[in-house]
T-cell receptor, first 114, second 110 residues
């Protein structure tokens, strides 16, 4: 089944404790992206990757890191999480970069930072 | 400034009562406009892509239209299973960065 998977689905952590949220797609998509979704603010793009080893900042990159060492994986790293990073996070992928291609979203990771 | 605005924020309809959702945008050099559906606790699911003014696309009870400044998602004779949040999104220049609207939460009452 073609899909985007994220792990973990739920995470409660404390301020400053480094964490990684994994994202994997099995559709051989070039483009991958991370979003956060907050009430009243909608989906905001954190980082995106056009292909392996090519990443760029989205609208809200502060406090996050990403890497794209393999085509299928795009982990999101929070080096020192803070309470304002409590949010619902979505990973997405699309076939190609640089064009109007629809994105396929993962099921989401609900992160709480205390 | 590039912006995407959706209205209304929330909409309650009786089953069978048709209506429209609006997505207005101020992005230069539009490279497509996307509509997604999002059910509670799930990731957005792709519905439509519109590329140019005047274009229309349909899927079951949904029809999306596009003008130079806005897009409409028309829902004809909705059913309770159409209840969801509907999001629109536009790519910025370059096509790799996306702006999403805050969505319209639709509730269809039996």
């Amino acid at each position: 089944e073609a899909q985007v998977t994220q792990n973990p689905r739920y995470l409660i952590t404390v301020t400053g404790k480094k964490l990684t949220v994994t994202c994997s797609q099995n559709m051989n998509h070039e483009y991958m992206s991370w979003y956060r979704q907050d009430p009243g603010l909608g989906l905001r793009q954190i980082y995106y990757s056009m292909n392996v080893e090519v990443t760029d900042k989205g609208d809200v990159p502060e406090g996050y890191k990403v890497s794209r060492k393999e085509k299928r994986n795009f982990p999101l790293i929070l080096e020192s999480p803070s309470p304002n990073q409590t949010s619902l996070y979505f990973c997405a992928s699309s076939l190609l970069a640089g064009g109007p291609n629809e994105q396929y979203f993962g099921p989401g990771t609900r992160l709480t930072v205390t | 400034e590039d912006q995407v605005t959706q209205s209304p924020e929330a909409l309650r309809l009786q089953e069978g009562e048709s209506s429209s959702l609006n997505c207005s945008y101020t992005v230069s050099g539009l490279r497509g406009l996307f509509w997604y559906r999002q059910d509670p606790g799930k990731g957005p699911e792709f519905l439509f892509t519109l590329y140019s003014a005047g274009e229309e696309k349909e899927k079951e009870r949904l029809k999306a239209t596009l003008t130079k400044k806005e897009s409409f998602l028309h829902i004809t004779a909705p059913k309770p299973e159409d209840s969801a949040t509907y999001l629109c999104a536009v790519p910025l220049q370059g096509g790799n960065q996306f702006y999403f609207g805050t969505g319209t939460s639709l509730t269809v009452i039996p």
